[in-house]
């Protein structure tokens, strides 16, 4: 929303409130009160909310301390700048406007790197990202993600040689805009979303923000081709913000008030978009709700016709359009490409070329440019590296989150087609929202599920879904 | 657009900025910096911008910390809330709800008169409406307003029996809101508001805000029957827009970048809105834009009925949708109510009673309920007592410069017939918006017009325009 002439002052501001923060949490006496409160909860269990409060602030000073206030504004005032810079690359596809910035971007990066420092086992790559995911490691991440790619690999193959070939036409099908947004909006409040509590707005990149539990705002974006498009930007939106909204509000500005790391948070918005919004008994339910918002127009398409729009697989150049099928692939591509960066085994001059390498080896696409390439999402130019992965864990942990509430709510997909969304976000807010930064995103699965964070409930999921909507059951 | 769970948590956000911004202007070295930086700047001329900038930030500083932080942050926290009591009062029409929140209101600024203090001649309003318009005093505005009052009612009263009555008909002519929105956007633009450094959205109430002169944000609305209601609206906002982006970007944060009072504030609006916008050279003009956004369907329309839409008189209960004309017996009545609030000699009990009277004293209007009497503004919820004469003072304000800039600019008013608005803007920026807060109202309306300011500029307009359209010339 900010006029372009503002970007400037923006960075300031910015930069001066990330300095503020910074001080804050970093001044004199900050060591002496953590360790007095270390004292006062030492005899408590050690997932006792005061404890995880003690435990979480002391990480998070620690980082801070070991940042340079000068470093902590540069940063900050380098990524709103970079970030106007990227905007306007992207639009013209213009990879050597933004090339200084992500120059800079990364140089600073790897600085701030060195200042927190990393593991012996580990590399600069892991310092990052265990700002969006305590603990993460890249090392850890490639025992992840080699063998899904395998796996994906093989359903995509499979899927390729099908039989049967969903239909797409759901997907062409313009709907007039207005009703769109009453329609999306009536979901969102049918699943859950308390809208005294938040809103739902427009942009181009759909995102959630807001800065209290009580006070939650999404966003969301309309085709007029595609309602698809909006419902699945909205139901993933909604996910964030029922997890916001289901943070404990008397702990708000604590650690047991506070989203766990990104991947938790991203299972919480997959889950609600890829297990809830693509499957069958939810369109059952979409579908006799459509009249009321679009009258006669979706009357020619069946439940079948709903269910495949929904779930077609299509390898793209885009990730934030991609299918549930191909979507972990674009992730995979951007860790090697940040990790190589940090490392310094790329030049970000040569990126281009080698995203355009990867899309042809991991998709079969060729790349026309680099708006479609490389310049087409915004992480790097925030100094976001690292955020990536937090993406594909979370679709992991959304999969194994969704398998371990049909066993013990009986009956819940059958509920869905019926507009019972209740009991399963009842569930979440038990196991996953109400317990802050308790766990690790590991801790956080055994705990719930009973088992470590793997790749065999997503690929259940999958393959139970797209195998039979393919003739290949 | 917050939605209304969000109230307590904003109130509470609002409440700690209070008390830090509180804390950073009266921090313990600030009196040290203030007397090292008077010594530098003593030899300086008095209106020097080094000198104004010491002179101010001593003022601001003096009158900080004679709050106490904790008065500050109530006072921030209890503004936010009684708002929200009183849009929930005002659509109820619900005075008994407000009430209570009004009492607390009323008190805690009486509490920060008796912190601040006032000139031995002086009463409790002065010390609150200092904050506004820098050494406003009750008297003085009451010996404005007497005559004032007695005039505007003579011109009433000729209006009355005048042998001629505008016509209302463009009024009440409906026209399509998204074309209403390309045509107000187009006429600010024209005026020289600029886009890429601010914008105009929608809101019930309009309003112009934002951070700095490269971000400043107008609201505007739209009634379908009303395309003069969005054209003045925008006008009106565009005035402070325009003002706002004409302050000194080098200067920011300090004084010299920063508005005058509100009086000043107030007479680029009205200027803008009025002298400039119910205009018959600016109807010239306007007409031959029209059908580029409305087709033919404002062809029936006369240049007459135009100008008349824009100028007709008429009593009205609505203080945000009353006509020039009548618009300052709004203002006078809460400046009496309010200067009495403040000495005790009024009871927030009987508040609506006399707003009722006064309403038939001073426009012959019976008021029918409480949400178009007394609970119609914001201004006293958000705690904003000593504010309204700034409307009536930036009125006179602007008539007085808009004297002056005609006789410095000849040709000035065919111009905008010929949409030359350039050079009056540049008058007002060199005369007014570079000024920051350099001169108090009454001085800058010395140095600018050679006059202290005056009721006749605004009655000879008045006059000079309603006369004729009223068959009275």
Redesign the interface.
Known sequence: ??????V???AS?LAHLARLAHQALTCAEMGDLIAAAQTEVAALEETHPDRVNVREIERDWQKATKLPESLVSELAELSSTAMHEWAAARKASDFKRFQPWLEKTVALNQRKAECLGWPSDGEGWDALADSYEPGLQASQVQRVFDPLRKRLQGLLDRLQGGKRKPSNAFNEHPLNIADQERFVRFVSKSVGF??????LDRSTHPFCGG??C??VRMTTRYLETCVLDALGSTMHETGHGLYEQGLDANR?GLPMGEAAGLSVHESQSRLWENQVGRSKPFWAWCQRQLPAFFGDACDRFSLQDLVDGANVVEPGLIRVEADEGTYNMHVMIRFQLERSLIKGDLKVADLPGVWNRMYKEYLGLVVPDDRRGCLQDVHWSMGAIGYFPTYTLGTLLAAQLFEKARADLPGLEEGFSKGEFQPLLKWLRTHVHAEGRRFRLDDLCRKVTGQPLSADPLMRHLEGKLLPLYGLA
Chains 1, 2 share one sequence.
């Open positions: 929303m900010m006029p372009e002439g503002g400037a002052w923006r501001q308390d809208f005294s509590r938040g809103r800065s209290h009580s006070d708000i």
